[in-house]
């Protein structure tokens, strides 16, 4: 069974730094991508990065792009988010995702789609204050 498990959530100032990771138990990434998503009550769940190691891709949602990073440690077998100059729009609940597709299936029409994905962490907060 996969088990997704998220941290490194917090509350941080804009402009501020906070690095997020999932460690993953009965995954393993391999031909296929891991993802960030970020949700609020009420609203739809919106991706904000996509990483598949092994075909070489990564995709950012366009708010963050330039100012989030994301990783996969194929070692660990953890994924992780670099979040830096924060800003107060990005306080959400962020979630971990994993797909099982094979990254050929993947692109830039679907690799921040919900529906790509089929293994969920339970999410950890990030709250930004102005």
């Known amino acids: 069974q996969v088990q997704l498990v998220e941290s490194g959530g917090g509350s941080e100032q804009a402009g501020g730094s906070l690095r997020l990771s999932c460690a993953a138990s009965?995954?393993?990434?391999?031909?296929?991508?891991m993802g960030w998503f970020r949700q609020t009550p009420g609203r739809e769940r919106e991706g904000v990065a996509s990483?598949?190691?092994?075909?070489?891709?990564?995709y950012y949602t366009n708010s963050v792009k330039g100012r989030f990073i994301i990783s996969h440690d194929n070692v660990k077998n953890t994924l992780d988010l670099q979040m830096n100059s924060l800003i107060p729009e990005d306080t959400d609940m962020y979630l971990c995702?994993?797909?099982?597709?094979?990254?050929?299936?993947?692109?830039?029409?679907?690799?921040?789609?919900?529906?790509?994905?089929?293994?969920w962490g339970q999410g950890t907060r990030v709250t930004v204050s102005s």
């Open positions: 990483i598949c190691p092994a075909g070489g891709k990564v």
């Open positions: 009965g995954y393993t990434i391999g031909e296929s991508c």
């Open positions: 995702a994993a797909s099982s597709r094979p990254w050929r299936l993947i692109g830039h029409t679907n690799a921040l789609a919900g529906y790509t994905y089929n293994a």
